[in-house]
């Protein structure tokens, strides 16, 4: 009996249930998101001109009541 168990209780726990990691590969974008995608990237690169412009005005402005 022992000499059942042990090589089997040895095979079991050997097994890895879970499968191996697959390669992660590019994503095709998708048309469909393709223009909401374009335009939340136009809207950071605006953003960002907008909040140099007006870190811009604020040293303007202190520098002209200094």
């Keep these: 009996m022992k000499r059942t168990l042990i090589p089997l209780a040895l ?6 249930p879970t499968p191996p990691p697959q390669p992660e590969t590019a994503r ?7 223009a909401q995608i374009q335009a939340v990237e136009k ?3 605006v953003e960002g001109q907008v ?3 007006a870190e811009a005005r604020r040293k303007q ?3 002209a009541t200094q």
Excluded: Y
């Excluded at 095979?11 to 890895?16: G, K």
């Excluded at 974008?29 to 393709?34: A, R």
């Design 11 to 16: 095979i079991l726990t050997a097994c890895d």
């Design 28 to 34: 095709a974008p998708n048309p469909v998101f393709e």
């Design 43 to 45: 809207a950071r690169a």
């Design 51 to 53: 909040m140099d412009a």
């Design 61 to 63: 402005m202190d520098a």
